[in-house]
């Protein structure tokens, strides 16, 4: 009953997203189940033409008839297959579109859910297995329903055969109903073990697919590495192509082949024997029809008739029995489709608006926080405010909780225990809207779209021009803007332009430092968005914006603490936890973690500089 229900909502899915696809599989499983029959029936007609002696003429008109409706329908199923291909795509499509908004729509901390994120990839990976969802399941129905249709086509055809009627051979046993109930009996006890074998042969395929998809997954995943300019350069440089290259076939080729091979053995098995059981009822049919026909209840080409009918009968059931075998792959895969849409979010918002133009002082109150399905703090007991206009440090080894603080702040994840406070109210009292529009961020795993430069900039198709080149100039990217032939219109890499422009690691930085100054809002949080650049490039970037973001509140975080020197405080994070909090000086004469990696790094750099072979040295 629970795969009924999943059945049933698949369909108002289907019909909801693309209405076309279901009424043209239909019509196109009518065709296709009409086209054996034509034959069957023009050559029964033909051969009692002959039999009784017609015309030539009365038997070409005939053939011709049978030539001509032969034509008209392999050229409505070749129509309608093609048909049926495209509405299929665009359903596949519409299905994509569907999860990718539901994922647009999604509140970030659900993304980074590990269960969550293990059903999507399950949802992707189906559309690189040899059958994609919705489409197959209508490529699965359009089988159904030509075996349904076969199926009755044959039982009209066949029911005057059953009638028993062997007057001329007195009281025998093919006289009895007997011997007609078996023929029907083992016909459908024949469909009963074909549907058995087709669901543990699919039950089996699944299996052996799952282990599969995680080689398809693997293979995938070196063929990025192989077309990725970006991984190239390693691959070359280290001679890499060796180890790839073994892992590749020791993987994908050796346990393929073996997975492949499990596949194939335990489907010939299981389909010999389905052929063995269809083959032992055919001789029944035919034993039955022969013996009618030689007794001379009907003519030849009624034998013909109901030889053929009666073939079909099986290819019908076997059809429709291994349609209900593929129900064991589609419906899992359904389910995942259903759970990403049903999926709902955890956090709730309030009804009160920020005042973009108002001061802003934000607070954390004893704020911890775990990651889902982990007991480690990735912070732990946070007490620090920032206060309007201040400018901030945030430092700390990797791992030490600094950006998921920042998403704290930003309410992409909701607080473990303690508040976070935006002028004295809790933040999940605001709107998600208001939440958006007061932060303006820059993460260190930003992302620069394959569209025009300036729908990075703007975050849309419109844009101001004067405020665009504006924030260009201050992020110093500007003069390569203008070198560009279609200047702000240009694309950005290859992926949808043939002609779009390929940009550095630190040019990426800069568009999105512009990007967050375009957007012009209260407050401005870098985290490490200069990782790609030199130290003198970001002591330049960092001067630049902190004159840019003067009247702003701004979040800065780096690993190197030259940055500091902007900002009227410094929160050091180690171990989850905020250990220090002060100005530079402050920091520093308290010879605490702060002292220890400031000294550090300012050791390392006059090392470096008292190091460094001088030109003089270097022309030598």
């Known amino acids: 009953m629970s795969n009924m229900k999943t059945v049933i909502k698949i369909y108002k899915e289907i019909h909801s997203l693309e209405k076309k696809v279901l009424p043209s599989v239909t019509v196109q499983s009518i065709v296709s189940s009409l086209k054996p029959f034509i034959n069957i029936l023009f050559t029964a007609k033909i051969i009692n033409l002959l039999s009784d002696g017609k015309d030539f003429k009365t038997v070409m008109l ?16 070749s129509f309608l297959d093609e048909y049926s291909q495209n509405l299929r795509n665009l359903l596949l ?13 999604t509140e970030y901390q659900k993304l980074e859910n590990s269960e969550f994120k293990e059903l999507i990839h399950k949802h992707e990976e189906a559309e690189k297995s040899r059958w994609s969802r919705f489409p197959y399941f209508v490529w699965t129905t359009y089988r159904f329903l030509s075996g349904l249709f076969t199926l009755i086509i044959s039982v009209v055809i066949i029911f005057p055969l059953l009638k028993v009627g062997f007057t001329r051979t007195g009281d025998t046993f093919f006289e009895k109903p007997i011997f007609l109930i078996t023929i029907i009996s083992a016909i459908l006890a024949m469909a009963v073990i074909i549907l058995v074998v087709a669901v543990n042969i699919n039950k089996s395929y699944l299996k052996a697919n799952e282990s599969y998809a995680e080689l398809d997954r693997i293979f995938y995943s070196f063929l990025d590495i192989f077309g990725d300019y970006r991984t190239g350069k390693e691959i070359r440089i280290y001679k890499e192509q060796g180890l790839i290259d073994s892992i590749a076939t020791s993987k994908i080729l050796t346990d393929g082949e073996k997975t492949l091979r499990k ?13 063995i059981l269809g083959a032992v009822v055919g001789f029944g049919v035919y034993l039955f029809i022969g013996i009618k026909g030689l007794l001379g209840l009907f003519s030849i080409g009624s034998l013909v008739l109901y030889c053929g009918s009666f073939m079909q009968i099986i290819n019908g059931i076997m059809m429709m029995a291994n349609t209900f075998g593929k129900l064991q792959e589609i419906i899992p895969l359904a389910k995942r489709y259903f759970e990403i849409l049903d999926t709902k979010d955890d956090m709730e918002y309030g009804e009160k608006e920020i005042d973009l133009t108002d001061k802003f002082e934000i607070e954390c109150k004893n704020v911890s926080f775990k990651y889902p399905n982990t007991d480690t703090y990735a912070l732990q007991n946070v007490n620090l405010k920032i206060k309007n206009g201040e400018h901030l440090a945030v430092v700390g080894r990797n791992g030490s909780g600094k950006t998921t603080f920042i998403k704290l702040l930003c309410r992409l994840h909701d607080v473990t225990d303690g508040e976070i406070l935006i002028n004295g109210t809790n933040i999940k009292e605001y709107t998600k809207e208001s939440i958006m529009c007061l932060y303006s961020v820059v993460f260190q795993d930003f992302k620069i779209f394959s569209t025009t430069l300036s729908q990075n900039i703007a975050a849309g198709e419109e844009y101001n021009y004067d405020k665009l080149y504006k924030v260009l100039d201050e992020s110093n990217i500007k003069d390569r803007v203008l070198k560009m032939e279609n200047k702000e219109r240009t694309y950005l890499y290859k992926d949808l332009d043939k002609s779009g422009v390929e940009i550095s690691g630190g040019e990426a930085q800069k568009l999105a430092l512009a990007r967050a100054l375009y957007k012009d809002a209260p407050i401005v949080i870098l985290d490490e968005p200069t990782a790609a650049l030199d130290p003198i490039a970001e002591h330049e970037i960092y001067s630049r914006f902190n004159s840019f973001v003067e009247n702003k509140t701004a979040i800065y975080i780096s690993h190197r603490l030259s940055s500091c020197a902007f900002c009227n405080h410094i929160a050091v994070f180690d171990n989850a936890k905020l250990i220090e909090f002060g100005t530079h000086q402050t920091l520093i004469n308290n010879n605490g973690k702060y002292a220890d990696l400031w000294n550090a790094q300012a050791q390392y750099y006059i090392c470096l500089l008292y190091t460094s072979p001088s030109p003089r040295d270097m022309r030598r």
């Open 62 to 77: 005939y053939i011709t008839i049978a030539v001509a409706i032969n034509f008209i329908l392999f050229f409505l199923d």
């Open 93 to 105: 499509n519409k299905e994509n579109k569907k999860v990718a908004s539901k994922l647009f729509k």
């Open 263 to 275: 596949i194939s053995m335990h489907t010939a098995k299981a389909s010999s024997f389905v052929a």
